[in-house]
């Protein structure tokens, strides 16, 4: 059976993908793994596009694969176009959903906005509770800082080029939801329309969150996308 990894979201962890993973057990071997500093796995050093970019490639070695598919949620379609870019040949084919592209300044200041741990904890104590546990043994603000110092960073350049982009010479699926508030469907199209191999698909009342994703409609676009 074909390989497929699952990359989690910013300030999410590989468990968070263990519902979807099931779903397509029968059609592929599929892996997830929890980038540096999530899901209780300690970070040396700070979080960022290529440290988890190395994490993946690491997990791949370890493994002994070589080529494979790639499903990104958020932050891991990211993280899986810039492997690709970077390490050409590794992965054969990527669907991305609710990937942020678009970063400057003014996009990462109210994206880090909504990352502060104190309001959180006074206003959503339940979403609190949520990143505690997913994160434990590490501490949930500690993620939050980390990753808000990680946005500034792409609001400040450290993102994907478009010349990066025009390298990756496999399939792309562009995933984004219609109800999505945090990605848009312009920088999702023009992300797409870069890609030498890129489409874009508009999820029907697709949320950005991945709890509120229909599965059973996700699994079968993987299903169709990366049977190539």
């Known amino acids: 059976m074909k390989d497929l990894i699952l990359l989690h979201g910013a300030i999410g962890a590989g468990s968070q993908l ?3 993973a099931e779903l397509l057990s029968l059609q ?3 892996h997830t793994l929890n980038f540096e500093g999530h899901g209780g796995r ?3 050093g700070v979080y960022s596009i290529d440290r988890f970019v190395s994490n993946l490639i690491d997990f791949l070695d370890e493994i002994e694969l070589k080529n494979v598919s790639v499903f990104g949620y958020s932050m891991g379609g990211y993280v899986a176009l810039k492997a690709a870019a970077l390490h050409p040949g590794r992965i054969d ?5 609710g990937t942020k592209f678009q970063w400057d300044t003014e996009t990462a200041s109210k994206e880090v906005h909504m990352l502060d741990p104190e309001k959180i904890e006074e206003k959503v104590p339940r979403f609190a509770q949520q990143l505690q546990l997913l994160h434990a043994p590490l501490d949930w603000k500690d ?3 980390g990753t808000a110092e990680m946005m500034r960073d792409l609001g400040n350049g450290a993102g994907l080029t478009d010349a990066e982009l025009a390298s990756v010479h496999i399939p792309v699926l ?3 939801g219609e109800q999505d508030q945090m990605v848009s469907i312009e920088e999702s ?4 329309d870069l890609l030498p191999q890129g489409n874009m698909m508009v999820f029907e009342n697709f949320q950005h969150p991945i709890d509120k994703v229909d599965l059973q409609v996700l699994r079968m676009v993987l299903l169709s996308s990366l049977f190539l």
């Open 189 to 192: 199209k023009r992300v797409a």
């Open 174 to 176: 562009i995933g984004i």
């Open 42 to 44: 300690p970070i040396n």
């Open 93 to 97: 084919s990527i669907v991305t959903l």
């Open 18 to 20: 263990k519902p979807l």
């Open 28 to 30: 592929f071997n599929v």
């Open 143 to 145: 993620v939050l800082k």
